[in-house]
């Protein structure tokens, strides 16, 4: 069964160590898995508390528990327990627990730093007036709750509770419904102490009782003048309640002897119940008790219930606290019948883990009632921590892709701004290439613009030119061939035909414009260094006599040509370029 479903309690008594290991279903059930049962072996040579110790581990060690959680319920005769009455003035939980610590503080018989106490409210019955507040206040000494929480600490376990006898058996008793419907009590029998606990309905109260089994086996040794031990196995060997009155003694002295200081202490210890029931009635207003539980390891001793009964006239039985519980298939039931009488505090301790119980007293010191806690809060504090390490991993790994995209997006951008770059340079290139080609195409239609000129200035001369005149020259240039001059008619000197037909050759030559003018343009071009102007240089011959009367006909038909070649000086123009011609 897993380690967390199991629970150890132990009842440190007075002469004895009962432990018991329970399986639970939180809020439904118990089962007994195994259970040891331990008395002390005092000597002379060592302290008590350090038997009680040596016996705690040997316990624990020994018997095969595995739960780790621990509950610890102490003996009644190291608690001091008190019941008080508080006046209802305030339903204040702060204020009436400040009236309980004031209580408390004037019911301790030491300094405050010495002890462990807590107090619990009673719940109100049904006869009470509501003027009162019932609250019960327990209190141990410190140093023996820090011993025992060490050494289960050492022991590696981990203490969770430590209350009293008398309330760990009242929770017991209640799950098993005693004093459900009348007043009853339950005498635990202890070894050192006795404890009475009255039940009636939700009414509860408990008396430690100075007389048990270590009273008679310091009588019978006071008696007999004998050793503890001796006067011990004496008890165990022929301890019985003497019956009295008429009844016929034993055969053996010894055994009488016993049995009438047995019924000594008994009786003693019965004035002592006597006492307390009184105070239970007149205190807490309790009905009488009707029924009597023994309980503890004394009460086996015989006659025990028959000497209660008598005295006390009420029924008498022995408390069987495992009707509530279920017992694992591993517990020896034989064995457990025989004790079974001894183990209702560590029933009324595992309740305390399954559901709420009706005390609920701890006494654990503060320390470890802050271990505790933080242990308690340990998961949360691992799941938190576990937390931010998973919201770091996550977020690493989340930047760690973010960055891993980044790159990737980087990677993708500087390729597509790389190819963006090619296909920019490709189209650059390409622009490049249709510029060139466009001025290629530009060139080109410009000069298929300009395929006619020629034929249309041809046409134009021809149409210009009279009879008798042929030009014999005709050059295009960046300058002038001869210097300009003003327009003018002359004969260049006259020949005869060579053939003899009495014609002359002769020279005319043609310029446009002012001479001064023309040469101050001349220059101006030629200092700017225009390569846009073209000049036309035309030569002309006019066959002709000198004195021939048309050479003025003919000298008007150039001008005339002149004029027009000046109109149509359009047809020569290329990108704006001026044409001028020049008949030199």
Same mark, same amino acid.
């Given at each position: 069964?897993?380690?967390?479903?199991?629970?150890?309690?132990?009842?440190?008594?007075?002469?004895? /160590?009962?432990?018991?290991?329970f399986? =639970?279903v939180?809020g439904?059930?118990? $089962?007994?898995?195994?259970?040891?049962?331990?008395?002390?072996?005092?000597?002379?040579?060592?302290?008590?508390?350090?038997?009680?110790?040596?016996?705690?581990?040997?316990?624990?060690?020994?018997?095969?528990?595995?739960?780790?959680?621990?509950? *610890?319920?102490?003996?009644?005769?190291n608690?001091?327990?008190?019941?008080?009455?508080?006046?209802?003035?305030?339903?204040?939980?702060?204020?009436?627990?400040?009236? /309980?610590s004031?209580?408390?503080?004037?019911?301790?018989?030491?300094?405050?730093?010495? *002890?462990?106490?807590?107090?619990?409210?009673?719940?109100?019955?049904?006869?009470?007036?509501?003027?009162? /507040?019932?609250?019960?206040?327990?209190?141990?000494?410190?140093?023996?709750v820090?011993?025992?929480?060490?050494?289960?600490?050492?022991?590696?376990?981990r203490?969770?509770?430590?209350?009293?006898?008398?309330?760990?058996?009242? %929770?017991?008793?209640?799950?098993?419904?005693?004093?459900?419907?009348?007043?009853?009590m339950?005498?635990?029998?202890?070894?050192?102490?006795? $404890? &009475?606990?009255f039940?009636?309905?939700?009414?509860?109260?408990?008396?430690?009782?100075?007389?048990?089994?270590?009273?008679?086996?310091?009588?019978?040794?006071?008696?007999?003048?004998?050793?503890?031990?001796?006067?011990?196995?004496?008890?165990r060997?022929?301890?019985y *309640?003497?019956?009295?009155?008429? =009844?016929?003694?034993?055969?053996?002295?010894?055994?009488?002897?016993?049995s009438?200081?047995?019924?000594?202490?008994? $009786?003693?210890?019965?004035g002592?119940?006597?006492?307390s029931?009184?105070?239970?009635?007149?205190?807490?207003?309790?009905? @009488?008790?009707?029924?009597?539980?023994?309980?503890?390891?004394?009460?086996?001793?015989?006659?025990?219930?028959?000497?209660?009964?008598?005295?006390?006239?009420?029924?008498?039985?022995?408390?069987?606290?495992?009707?509530?519980?279920?017992?694992?298939?591993?517990?020896?039931?034989?064995?457990?019948?025989?004790?079974?009488?001894?183990?209702?505090?560590?029933?009324?301790?595992?309740?305390?883990?399954?559901?709420?119980?009706?005390?609920?007293?701890?006494?654990?010191?503060?320390y470890?009632?802050?271990?505790?806690?933080?242990?308690?809060?340990?998961?949360?504090?691992?799941?938190?921590? +576990?937390?931010?390490?998973?919201?770091?991993?996550?977020?690493?790994?989340?930047?760690?892709q973010?960055?891993?995209?980044?790159?990737?997006?980087?990677?993708?951008? %500087?390729?597509?701004?790389?190819?963006?770059?090619?296909?920019?340079?490709?189209? @650059?290139n390409?622009?490049?290439? &249709?510029a060139?080609?466009?001025?290629?195409y530009?060139?080109?239609?410009?000069?298929?613009?300009?395929r006619? %000129? &020629? /034929?249309?200035?041809?046409?134009?001369?021809?149409?210009?030119?009279?009879?008798?005149v042929?030009l014999?020259?005709?050059?295009?240039?960046?300058?002038?061939?001869?210097?300009?001059?003003?327009?003018? $008619?002359t004969?260049?000197?006259?020949?005869?035909?060579?053939?003899?037909?009495?014609?002359?050759?002769?020279?005319?030559?043609?310029?446009?414009?002012?001479?001064?003018?023309?040469?101050?343009?001349?220059?101006?071009?030629?200092?700017?260094?225009?390569?846009? &102007?073209r000049?036309?240089?035309?030569?002309?011959?006019?066959?002709?006599?000198?004195?021939?009367?048309t050479? %003025?006909d003919?000298?008007?038909?150039?001008?005339?040509?002149?004029?027009?070649?000046?109109?149509?000086?359009?047809i020569?123009? +290329?990108?704006?370029?001026?044409?001028?011609?020049?008949?030199?």
């Amino acid at each position: 069964m897993a380690q967390q479903n199991l629970i150890l309690c132990i009842d440190v008594g007075g002469d004895s /160590i009962k432990a018991a290991e329970f399986s =639970y279903v939180p809020g439904q059930s118990l $089962t007994l898995e195994r259970f040891a049962y331990t008395e002390y072996e005092f000597s002379a040579d060592e302290p008590p508390e350090d038997v009680v110790l040596k016996t705690l581990t040997d316990v624990i060690k020994t018997n095969g528990f595995t739960a780790r959680d621990v509950y *610890v319920s102490l003996s009644g005769k190291n608690a001091f327990v008190r019941f008080v009455k508080i006046p209802a003035m305030t339903t204040d939980k702060n204020k009436i627990q400040e009236i /309980i610590s004031y209580e408390a503080k004037q019911a301790i018989p030491f300094s405050s730093d010495e *002890v462990v106490w807590d107090s619990q409210l009673l719940q109100p019955v049904g006869d009470s007036d509501g003027s009162e /507040i019932d609250a019960m206040i327990v209190i141990v000494k410190k140093d023996e709750v820090s011993r025992i929480s060490e050494l289960v600490e050492k022991l590696g376990k981990r203490i969770v509770l430590i209350e009293v006898a008398g309330t760990s058996c009242y %929770n017991s008793a209640r799950a098993n419904n005693v004093g459900a419907s009348e007043c009853q009590m339950i005498l635990d029998i202890g070894g050192r102490c006795s $404890t &009475l606990v009255f039940i009636d309905g939700s009414r509860f109260f408990v008396r430690t009782i100075p007389i048990a089994g270590d009273t008679i086996t310091q009588q019978i040794a006071k008696e007999f003048n004998i050793s503890y031990a001796d006067a011990e196995e004496l008890k165990r060997k022929h301890g019985y *309640v003497s019956l009295g009155g008429a =009844y016929e003694e034993g055969d053996s002295e010894v055994a009488s002897a016993v049995s009438k200081i047995v019924r000594n202490v008994m $009786t003693r210890l019965h004035g002592e119940i006597n006492r307390s029931i009184n105070v239970y009635r007149a205190t807490q207003r309790g009905r @009488k008790p009707e029924k009597l539980y023994l309980a503890g390891g004394t009460s086996i001793l015989p006659y025990s219930p028959r000497f209660f009964s008598e005295k006390l006239r009420v029924p008498v039985e022995y408390l069987n606290p495992f009707q509530v519980i279920g017992v694992g298939p591993a517990v020896d039931q034989q064995v457990l019948s025989e004790v079974a009488h001894l183990f209702a505090e560590t029933i009324g301790l595992a309740l305390r883990r399954i559901g709420t119980s009706p005390i609920e007293i701890s006494l654990i010191p503060d320390y470890v009632r802050k271990q505790n806690e933080f242990r308690s809060k340990r998961p949360y504090f691992f799941a938190s921590a +576990a937390a931010i390490l998973l919201y770091l991993i996550i977020t690493l790994w989340a930047y760690t892709q973010q960055a891993a995209n980044i790159a990737d997006k980087r990677d993708e951008f %500087n390729s597509y701004v790389s190819r963006q770059q090619a296909i920019q340079q490709r189209v @650059k290139n390409a622009n490049n290439k &249709l510029a060139a080609a466009n001025g290629q195409y530009d060139s080109a239609v410009e000069l298929l613009k300009q395929r006619n %000129n &020629l /034929i249309a200035f041809y046409s134009l001369i021809k149409s210009c030119i009279p009879d008798n005149v042929w030009l014999t020259e005709f050059t295009i240039a960046s300058s002038p061939s001869s210097q300009i001059r003003t327009a003018t $008619t002359t004969v260049a000197g006259t020949a005869t035909d060579e053939e003899g037909d009495g014609n002359k050759t002769g020279q005319l030559t043609m310029d446009m414009g002012d001479n001064s003018q023309n040469q101050d343009n001349s220059k101006k071009d030629e200092a700017e260094g225009d390569k846009s &102007l073209r000049w036309v240089n035309m030569v002309a011959y006019v066959i002709c006599d000198k004195n021939d009367s048309t050479l %003025n006909d003919r000298s008007a038909a150039i001008n005339n040509l002149t004029s027009k070649m000046k109109e149509n000086d359009g047809i020569f123009k +290329a990108k704006d370029e001026e044409i001028m011609i020049v008949y030199d």
